[in-house]
C-alpha cells in the first residue's frame, strides 16, 4: 500500500518539526505499508531546510522518502508566507498527475496547518481513485480569526473557509489531532466522518523518558541547588510566549513572593522572555529563574527533576474543541504533579483528572494550585505518577496511533480493497 502524505512544513528526526508525519510513517514503514511526505522546500518551523534544487526533487530522510516542493522563503505570517502557500497550492496542483503517475496512492493524507492542500489532494484522488483523508492540526480560519484578530470578511479568511468547506464535503475521512472538533464539523452542516487520532510519543520518547544520562547538566545544578535550599520547585518547559499564559505564570510568583519555599525554573526561549526578566527584576522576584533553551531529548529526563510542573493558556474559544499539544505527553510522561490553566475541558489531562486545576488567565488561581501541589503527600503524588504515565503508554504512543490511522486505510474505500 502507498501513501502520500502531504504536509507543507513537514519534518523529520534530523530536519525538525513537524514531526507526525514523520513518526506515523516510520511506524507504518515497519508495517509494510510505504509514505511518501509531500512538503516545501522552506518551513519556519524546522531546525534544518534541505537543499532542493529544483521542484519533486526525490529525498530519503532518515529512511522516509520526501518529494520537496520550492516555495518562498518567508519570516512571520505575512504576505511572504500567504506567498509561500499558494507557492505548494499551485505547484502541487500542476504536479498532481506527475506525482499521481510517481507515488501511485491508494492513500492521501492532506495534513498542512492551513486546509488549501485538500485541493491537490482532491486532484489525485480524482486521478488515482485514492482515499483521501483531511488531517486536523488547528481550526482554520477559526485559528487566525481568534489568535491574529482577522475578521470572518478579510479575503484571507475566506479563501481558508471555502478550503475548510471544501476539505469536510470532499474527504472520505476527516482524522483530527483536536479530541473535540466534530461538534464544529457538523455546525458548519457536513456529515463526514470524524476520527480522534491525537499527537503521541514515539517508544524511543518513551523509554528515554528516565534516562539520566539526558538530563541537562545546567538545569540539574540549579534544581540540586535549589532543593538543597529546601525550595520546592515548579518547572515550565516550552516557548516563553503570551499564548501559553508566561505572564499569568510569572505573575503568581508576584503574589507568593511571601512563600519564600517555593521557585520557578523555566525553560526555553521566546518574545517575552525579556519583558517578564524584567518584572522579575522589578518586583524582586528572587525565586523565578530562567534556564534557557535545551535539546528536545533533554525535556523529559530534566523535567523529573521538577516538583510540580506548569502548563496554561489564554482563554479562547478555540480550546472549546481541545488540545493536543506535545508539551502535554511529556509533562505526564514525567509523572509530576501538573497545575493546569488551560482553558479546555478537552486534554489528556483532563481525561485522566489528576492534575490541580487553575482558572486560565488568573494568577491567583494559578498560584493557589501551586500551593496546593507543594502540600501533596507522598501518596499523593505516588498515585499521580503511576496514573499519568501509564496513561500515555496506552493512549499516546505512536505505535498505537499509527495501527489506529492505518485501520482507516482498509476499512475504508482504498481502490485496490
Not at 523509554?207 to 532543593?227: E, W
Amino acid at each position: 500500500m502507498n501513501v502520500l502524505y502531504i504536509d507543507h512544513y513537514g519534518g523529520s528526526a534530523s530536519l525538525g518539526m513537524e514531526f507526525r508525519p514523520y513518526y506515523l510513517a516510520s511506524y507504518w514503514k515497519d508495517m509494510g505499508i510505504n509514505t511518501t511526505i509531500l512538503a516545501a522546500d522552506y518551513s519556519h518551523l524546522r531546525k534544518v531546510n534541505p537543499e532542493v534544487k529544483k521542484d519533486l526533487d526525490n529525498h530519503e530522510i532518515d529512511g522516509i522518502d520526501f518529494l520537496f516542493l520550492k516555495t518562498a522563503h518567508y519570516n512571520g505570517n505575512g504576505l511572504p508566507r500567504m506567498k509561500s502557500m499558494m507557492d505548494f497550492l499551485s505547484k502541487g496542483i500542476f504536479y498532481s498527475k506527475t506525482i499521481s503517475e510517481k507515488i501511485k496512492p491508494d492513500v492521501v493524507i492532506c495534513s498542512s496547518t492551513y486546509p488549501l492542500d485538500t485541493y491537490i489532494g482532491q486532484r489525485i484522488k480524482k486521478l488515482t481513485g485514492a482515499l483521501l483523508i483531511h488531517e486536523i492540526h488547528d481550526l482554520w480560519p477559526l485559528t487566525p480569526m481568534e489568535l491574529g484578530g482577522y475578521s470572518k470578511n478579510h479575503p484571507f479568511i475566506k479563501v481558508m473557509q471555502s478550503g475548510e468547506n471544501s476539505a469536510y464535503k470532499h474527504s472520505d475521512y476527516v482524522v483530527s489531532i483536536l479530541p473535540n472538533t466534530e461538534p464544529y464539523i457538523r455546525s458548519l452542516g457536513f456529515n463526514v466522518p470524524v476520527v480522534n487520532i491525537p499527537n503521541g510519543l514515539t517508544e524511543e520518547d518513551i523509554n528515554n523518558s528516565g534516562n539520566d544520562s539526558l538530563v541537562n547538566q545546567n538545569i540539574k545544578d540549579l534544581t540540586q541547588r535549589l532543593h538543597k535550599g529546601g525550595k520546592f520547585v515548579v518547572g515550565y518547559s516550552g516557548g516563553i510566549s503570551l499564548s501559553n499564559s508566561m505572564d499569568d505564570f510569572i505573575n503568581a510568583f508576584t503574589l507568593l513572593k511571601g512563600k519564600k519555599e517555593i521557585a520557578a525554573v523555566i525553560i526555553g526561549d521566546g518574545i517575552l522572555r525579556e519583558e517578564l526578566t524584567r518584572i522579575k527584576d522589578t518586583d524582586n522576584l528572587e525565586n523565578v529563574y530562567f534556564g534557557g533553551k535545551i535539546n528536545k531529548n533533554e525535556v523529559v529526563p530534566t523535567l523529573r527533576l521538577m516538583d510540580a510542573l506548569y502548563i496554561g493558556s489564554k482563554k479562547s474559544r478555540l480550546y472549546n474543541y481541545g488540545v493536543s499539544a506535545n508539551k502535554i505527553f511529556d509533562y505526564m510522561l514525567t509523572g509530576k504533579p501538573i497545575i493546569n490553566a488551560f482553558d479546555t475541558e478537552h486534554s489528556p489531562m483532563n481525561y485522566l483528572g489528576n492534575t490541580l486545576r487553575a482558572e486560565a488567565e488568573n494568577p491567583t488561581s494559578i498560584a493557589e494550585s501551586i500551593i496546593k501541589a507543594s502540600e501533596l503527600s507522598a501518596e499523593e503524588k505516588d498515585k499521580i505518577k503511576e496514573s499519568s504515565i501509564k496513561y500515555v503508554k496506552e493512549n499516546h504512543n505512536y505505535s498505537k496511533l499509527s495501527k489506529e490511522f492505518a485501520d482507516l486505510f482498509h476499512n475504508g474505500k482504498v481502490k485496490n480493497d
